[in-house]
């Protein structure tokens, strides 16, 4: 077990895991969230599905937390320690550990995990695989299971405190080393911890370098030693081979220039967008909680964080719907409704917050609006479609478009017509796709209430820019 010195990063660490890999696993995720939606179901199947997905996705804390979920489930709750101080019947995690072979620790953990989910022996196993492979979120969580099943134990505090340090969590480490000091008087390790992650935290305020998170201090003096000792053999090496071009990729690149340069905020968003383009939402937000540790709380990091929070409900939906359409089922469609809903409170709780921090911006207004009609919130969403109009007339046709869709949906329906014939009066500001939308509407609209030469005029424009919309040719053909 590791006594607080530094790890070095195996290959491991930057593992991708294939789009092919992400549908499959995230299929075996789906299906054990439904099995422990139910109150009854088979505990050692679902973490057989769920530790398949953290075993080939270490990194995703998702996972993780499920998987916990499911073991803390099994056992009702009930926190126990490890029953022996060591390592028996624990020999593959003993030995995959010693030989730092850190994805094998993790898979062995797991495995042990299935009898008791508080084992501390294992968990800290597993925490020290997550700090060399730079798993940092899901150390954490494991590390908090390894402290409750063994609250008083001071070897697991002395682990979880130097990790904290090492990941950049100042405070919870200082204030475990404290506890641990108060236990113990005068302890060395512990005095001497507390002075170093003080200054850290002071550092990092002013957006310096720190040791704590960086390198054990205890072993700085050993790193410089092997440093200097190889220098002479790397330059005359150098001197033999050729150079040999590293071709990086963007986010390598990315990552590069946040370590030259970590008060370029724009690089860590950069990052954080190239993570989502590719649906890694856990290595996205690791970026942001980068990114919000160096430079704190600020409007655009803020923002920044709603944004991932709404993409990664949005992946869920688009999951579920995907997953309902290859194999149907009533348990699966209610995935889909629940991740839908889900995703519409969500986004409308991020546009209320927005309109509340932006008033004055009407594009953040629309967006309210259009999630208050989504959520059926009419008569609101009708008056922020009013305010916006009244403030800018270019976006008259697109607000009447929607106020005109919730003035239907209250079954006004001649109101409504009259709104989408004076948003056709303002047609020209709207994209192609608003427009046709504009059109259809307002001629399936005029169908309705009869108005046979609206209808077909309406109609017959959508179809000459789009003859495949929707049912536009078969609504045209019974107005022949």
């Known amino acids: 077990m590791s006594d607080g010195g530094s790890f070095s990063v195996s290959e491991d660490a930057d593992y991708e895991v294939s789009p092919a890999l992400r ?15 139910k109150p009854k179901y088979d505990y050692d199947y679902a973490h057989s599905l769920l530790g398949d997905c953290c075993k080939k996705d270490p990194a995703n804390l998702v996972y993780v937390e499920k998987m916990l979920d499911n073991l803390d ?68 969580r494991y590390m908090k299971n390894a402290m409750d099943g063994s609250p008083g134990d001071m070897e697991v505090m002395r682990h ?16 475990l080393w404290h506890f641990i000091e108060d236990k113990n008087r005068g302890d060395k390790e512990a005095n001497q911890m507390i002075s170093q992650l003080t200054i850290d935290r002071e550092r990092r305020a002013k957006g310096l370098a720190t040791v704590t998170n960086r390198i054990d201090p205890a072993d700085a003096a050993k790193v ?7 220098e002479g053999e790397r330059k005359s090496e150098v001197q033999e081979r050729p150079a040999t071009k590293i071709e990086l990729n963007e986010k390598q690149k990315l990552k590069a220039k ?19 383009e590719e649906e890694k939402f856990f290595e996205a937000e690791a970026v942001w909680k980068e990114a919000q540790a160096h430079f704190g709380d600020s409007i655009e990091l803020t923002e920044k964080r709603e944004d991932l929070v709404i993409q990664k409900a949005r992946h869920r939906y688009k999951m579920a719907e995907n997953q309902a359409s290859a194999q149907s089922s009533p348990d699966l469609l209610r995935l889909v409704e629940t991740a839908r809903n889900d995703l519409h409170r969500l986004e409308l709780e991020v546009y209320t917050k927005r309109n509340e921090r932006h008033p004055e911006d009407l594009l953040i207004k629309y967006e309210l609006g259009l999630r208050l009609k989504r959520m059926g919130n009419y008569e609101q969403a009708e008056e922020l479609f009013d305010e916006i109009s009244h403030e800018d007339e270019k976006l008259l046709a697109i607000c009447y478009l929607g106020k005109g869709e919730c003035l239907q949906a209250r079954k006004k329906f001649v109101t ?17 796709e608003r427009l ?31 003859p495949a919309y929707k049912d536009v040719k078969r609504r045209l053909d019974k107005l022949k």
């Not at 320690?81 to 072979?101: D, E, I, N, T």
């Not at 939308?437 to 030469?453: F, H, I, N, P, T």
């Open 258 to 276: 946040i370590e030259a340069d970590p008060d370029q905020k724009e690089s860590y968003l950069k990052l954080i967008d190239l993570w989502v």
């Open 224 to 230: 410089r030693r092997r440093q200097a000792g190889q």
């Open 23 to 37: 549908s499959q696993l995230q299929r075996l995720f789906e299906h054990a969230t439904q099995m422990m939606s």
């Open 160 to 175: 979880c405190a130097r990790y904290l340090g090492r990941v950049g969590q100042f405070d919870q480490a200082i204030s």
């Open 73 to 140: 489930l099994k056992f009702k709750g009930k926190k126990k320690g490890s029953l022996f101080s060591g390592f028996g019947g624990k020999g593959g995690l003993k030995k995959a550990l010693a030989a730092k072979k850190w994805q094998d620790v993790i898979k062995e953990g797991i495995d042990l995990l299935k009898s008791n989910p508080y084992d501390s022996v294992t968990l800290r196993a597993m925490v020290d695989a997550c700090e060399a492979m730079r798993y940092n979120e899901v150390g954490l």
């Open 416 to 432: 409504a017509m009259e709104t989408y014939e004076e948003a056709l009066n303002y047609a020209d500001t709207l994209s192609s």
């Open 436 to 466: 046709k939308l504009l059109l259809y509407r307002a001629g399936v609209l005029a169908q309705g209430l009869k108005e046979w030469s609206s209808a077909t005029s309406y109609l017959k424009r959508l179809a000459k820019m789009d």
